[in-house]
């Protein structure tokens, strides 16, 4: 048995693998964990099943059947986009990976519709209906699930490996403890509680975690993705404006703003309202739209407007992270991070390997979720078996520092840090045309905010996931601001207007971390010439195929 901490908890568990977040990697990855014979538990800051992004709404899925022309040109569709730092060995690894495992959901009961020659049709995913299948699965694979039960701290060993996680139950009040062999940060992205939709449980949490047990970061400056969204909904699906007319309140076409163009869009809102109209998408057209992502058009329905035929103010909703490719750091093709027993999976890893610089949009993010999640859960588990003996002797201890522990008796202001941090990520000014004053300036601000919750206390353990999240948002948006300071260039995603220029002697990838200190550092691509005989694995099976 593991060793237990000196505080009391009111729930105790053991597990070999633990997963923290309840999204599609985190479930991949805790199926993936199971079905190899690991003991696993689930934690969710929500209900498992129904929180996060790709449970509120249709997804697009990156699944290329393995047709050697199709996949070159999947393959080759975001490369300039991304800034050419996508790596082809990886990309390969997902596409044959998300190939396999959509069509293991096909043979789970999914019910994916056909095309008009009545073949399946594979590369989309509602997201209510694909989330209750995975709980669905995960729980008939053995998994335990703690729902509404944030993790607030990693625990580590004496060696600095990660041992597990504590938290609390937001209905209850109880707090937990979970002792694993090995841990995956699967709790997505960052999107600073802007209301983009599904949004509102990613707020950077396994980032900080995961930086407190001394984990690393890349790519935190490809993390500035707006979504369009109309003015008075919180829906950031963008798919359907490809067939929008951008428009400014008297009518006239803006020019050159479109759905692959919204820095005008942006530009635009900087000075007026931008109005839409989805009017170039063929009446034939418009009842497969309204099939294929229904929440799209409910906020419309609601307020009496027909998007094909009547204009609608939009606006630009920050989704950072969440559609943006910065995150933790893994080191191989297991998704370890850098620090022993800690895996990383979706939105929570860096997406770099397979978009470069560039969003991956709904399509890349999820074949990314499913295939690092499948990955990492396997990973977790032969190394949960690798331990032996060494699982009977280990002494934990938590390692989570700031507004979990202070001297201080200064009361900490959480919203009014969540609205601090949120005037410094939100405005296109600062955040999506990027300059060095700017930058400067607003990452002075954000490292005063960290002292303050470096030098502040919660009032009642209440308050400690909120507070946890606040503290988040800022130890994100710090690594995103220097990691864009130290790239001076424009790149991807990053639109840095003192440097308009893409710099061939920067096509390397940025590693940052640090708590107090910030620090950010350069790393070479991984070979990109090197061609792979990619590996994957069957999950009915889990016999190994190279293709």
Same mark, same amino acid.
């Given at each position: 048995?593991?060793?237990?901490?000196?505080?009391?908890?009111?729930? !105790?568990?053991?597990?070999?693998?633990?997963?923290?977040?309840?999204?599609?990697?985190?479930?991949?990855?805790?199926?993936?964990?199971?079905?190899?014979?690991?003991?696993? *538990?689930?934690?969710?800051?929500?209900?498992?099943?129904?929180?996060?992004?790709?449970?509120?709404?249709?997804?697009?899925? @990156?699944?290329?059947?393995?047709?050697?022309?199709?996949?070159?040109?999947?393959?080759?569709?975001?490369?300039?986009?991304?800034?050419?730092?996508?790596?082809?060995?990886?990309?390969?690894?997902?596409?044959?990976?998300?190939?396999?495992?959509?069509?293991?959901?096909?043979?789970?009961?999914?019910?994916?519709?056909?095309?008009?020659?009545?073949?399946?049709?594979?590369?989309?995913?509602?997201?209510?209906?694909?989330?209750?299948?995975?709980?669905?699965? *995960?729980?008939?694979?053995?998994?335990?699930?703690?729902?509404? #039960?944030?993790?607030?701290?990693?625990?580590?060993?004496?060696?600095?490996?990660?041992?597990?996680?504590?938290?609390?139950?937001?209905?209850?009040?109880?707090?937990?403890?979970?002792?694993?062999?090995?841990? *995956?940060?699967?709790?997505?992205?960052?999107?600073?509680?802007?209301?983009?939709?599904?949004?509102?449980?990613?707020?950077?949490?396994?980032?900080?975690?995961?930086?407190?047990?001394?984990?690393?970061?890349?790519?935190?400056?490809?993390?500035?993705?707006?979504? %369009?969204?109309?003015?008075?909904?919180?829906?950031?699906?963008?798919?359907?404006?490809? @067939?929008?007319?951008?428009?400014?309140?008297?009518?006239?076409?803006?020019?050159?703003?479109?759905? $692959?163009?919204?820095?005008?869009?942006?530009?635009?809102?900087?000075?007026?309202?931008?109005?839409?109209?989805?009017?170039?998408?063929?009446?034939?057209?418009?009842?497969?739209?309204?099939?294929?992502?229904?929440?799209?058009?409910?906020?419309?329905?609601?307020?009496?407007?027909?998007?094909?035929?009547?204009?609608?103010?939009?606006?630009?909703?920050?989704?950072?992270?969440?559609?943006?490719?910065?995150?933790?750091?893994?080191?191989?093709?297991?998704?370890?991070? #850098?620090?022993?027993?800690?895996?990383?999976?979706?939105?929570?890893?860096?997406?770099?390997?397979?978009?470069?610089?560039?969003?991956?949009?709904?399509?890349?993010?999820?074949?990314?979720? %499913?295939?690092?999640?499948?990955?990492?859960?396997?990973?977790?588990?032969?190394?949960?078996?690798?331990?032996?003996?060494?699982?009977?002797?280990?002494?934990?201890?938590?390692?989570?520092?700031?507004?979990?522990?202070?001297?201080?008796?200064?009361?900490?202001?959480?919203?009014?840090?969540?609205?601090?941090?949120?005037?410094?990520?939100?405005?296109?000014?600062? !955040?999506?045309?990027?300059?060095?004053?700017?930058?400067?300036?607003?990452?002075?601000?954000?490292?005063?905010?960290?002292?303050?919750?470096?030098? #502040?206390?919660?009032?009642?353990?209440?308050?400690?996931?909120?507070?946890?999240?606040?503290?988040?948002?800022?130890?994100?948006?710090?690594?995103?601001?220097?990691?864009? %300071?130290?790239?001076?260039?424009?790149?991807?995603? $990053?639109?840095?207007?003192?440097?308009?220029?893409?710099?061939?002697?920067?096509?390397?990838?940025?590693?940052?971390?640090?708590?107090?200190?910030?620090?950010?550092?350069?790393?070479?691509?991984?070979?990109?010439?090197?061609?792979?005989?990619?590996? %994957?694995?069957?999950?009915?099976?889990?016999?190994?195929?190279?293709?």
């Amino acid at each position: 048995m593991i060793k237990t901490l000196t505080t009391d908890f009111e729930l !105790n568990l053991e597990a070999d693998v633990l997963v923290i977040g309840g999204g599609p990697s985190g479930t991949w990855a805790a199926w993936s964990a199971a079905s190899s014979g690991a003991r696993v *538990i689930l934690v969710d800051k929500g209900y498992c099943g129904t929180t996060g992004c790709a449970a509120a709404s249709g997804n697009g899925v @990156w699944y290329v059947p393995p047709d050697p022309e199709a996949r070159e040109t999947a393959k080759a569709s975001r490369e300039s986009l991304g800034g050419f730092l996508a790596d082809r060995n990886w990309m390969d690894r997902v596409l044959n990976q998300t190939y396999v495992n959509v069509n293991q959901l096909a043979e789970w009961g999914y019910p994916f519709p056909t095309d008009d020659e009545g073949k399946p049709y594979r590369r989309s995913l509602q997201g209510p209906e694909y989330m209750r299948l995975m709980r669905r699965q *995960i729980q008939r694979a053995g998994v335990k699930i703690l729902d509404n #039960s944030p993790a607030l701290e990693l625990l580590v060993d004496d060696d600095g490996a990660v041992a597990g996680a504590t938290g609390v139950n937001r209905q209850t009040g109880e707090k937990w403890a979970v002792r694993s062999q090995s841990t *995956i940060i699967a709790t997505g992205g960052c999107a600073f509680l802007s209301k983009a939709l599904g949004c509102n449980v990613l707020t950077g949490d396994g980032y900080l975690m995961a930086a407190e047990a001394g984990a690393e970061m890349s790519g935190m400056e490809f993390s500035n993705a707006y979504g %369009i969204s109309p003015a008075f909904s919180s829906v950031t699906k963008t798919l359907f404006y490809n @067939w929008a007319t951008f428009t400014y309140e008297d009518g006239t076409v803006i020019p050159g703003a479109s759905s $692959h163009r919204r820095s005008v869009i942006a530009e635009t809102l900087l000075q007026q309202p931008v109005y839409a109209i989805i009017d170039k998408a063929a009446e034939s057209m418009r009842p497969s739209m309204r099939l294929a992502q229904p929440n799209f058009f409910l906020p419309f329905d609601r307020a009496g407007i027909d998007p094909f035929t009547q204009r609608f103010p939009v606006t630009l909703r920050l989704e950072g992270t969440v559609r943006g490719t910065g995150g933790i750091r893994i080191v191989d093709e297991s998704c370890a991070s #850098s620090v022993r027993g800690l895996y990383a999976a979706g939105d929570a890893a860096t997406r770099e390997l397979i978009c470069g610089g560039f969003t991956g949009g709904g399509s890349h993010n999820a074949a990314w979720a %499913i295939s690092s999640g499948y990955w990492s859960g396997k990973s977790a588990a032969e190394y949960s078996r690798s331990l032996g003996e060494e699982r009977t002797q280990r002494q934990v201890k938590g390692v989570g520092e700031v507004v979990l522990h202070s001297g201080s008796d200064r009361t900490l202001a959480t919203d009014e840090i969540i609205q601090a941090v949120q005037a410094e990520v939100f405005p296109y000014e600062k !955040n999506y045309f990027r300059t060095e004053q700017g930058l400067t300036e607003s990452l002075g601000r954000l490292n005063h905010l960290w002292q303050e919750l470096r030098s #502040s206390q919660v009032t009642s353990e209440k308050e400690l996931p909120r507070a946890r999240e606040a503290a988040a948002m800022v130890a994100t948006a710090r690594w995103m601001y220097s990691s864009a %300071i130290e790239r001076k260039e424009t790149r991807g995603m $990053h639109r840095h207007l003192d440097y308009p220029e893409q710099d061939a002697n920067q096509q390397h990838y940025l590693i940052s971390g640090g708590l107090d200190q910030v620090w950010v550092k350069t790393q070479p691509l991984l070979n990109t010439e090197y061609i792979s005989q990619s590996r %994957i694995e069957d999950p009915k099976s889990k016999i190994g195929a190279v293709v």
